[in-house]
């Protein structure tokens, strides 16, 4: 197990590495739209965090060598699953065919009050 920290993405807020990649494969941590120049989730609607969200999790890929285009499987998390169309928009952007595996959950609450936190296994 190897620890991928990187300035990039916001560093974690808690007992958890960024990401750990092993032989074949980066986990990693759940991202939210943390700006990392600023540590703050900036007031912004859906769509900008999840671009947010997934400039964090494409920094974190590029630490470890790899890009988030090599994603094998996405979880999203939601807090308003309304929300999910506006988000499929966005992450579209991020994939292309085959796309990776994906679940998407509504949850109840996020860390820092987020509206969506995304987790990747990325293949290197």
Do not use: C, W
Request: net charge negative; no cysteine; charged share 15%.
């Amino acid at each position: 197990r190897i620890p991928i920290p990187t300035a990039p993405a916001p560093a974690a807020v808690g007992p958890y590495s960024q990401a750990i990649a092993t032989d074949t494969l980066l986990f990693t941590s759940g991202m939210i739209p943390i700006d990392p120049q600023t540590g703050i989730i900036a007031e912004a609607d859906i769509e900008t965090h999840a671009h947010q969200v997934f400039r964090n999790l494409q920094a974190v890929a590029e630490a470890a060598g790899t890009e988030l285009s090599k994603a094998v499987k996405v979880t999203v998390f939601l807090t308003n699953m309304a929300d999910f169309k506006r988000v499929n928009s966005v992450y579209a952007q991020y994939f292309q065919e085959p796309y990776p595996a994906r679940s998407a959950i509504q949850v109840v609450a996020l860390p820092l009050a987020a509206t969506i936190e995304v987790e990747a296994v990325i293949a290197l």
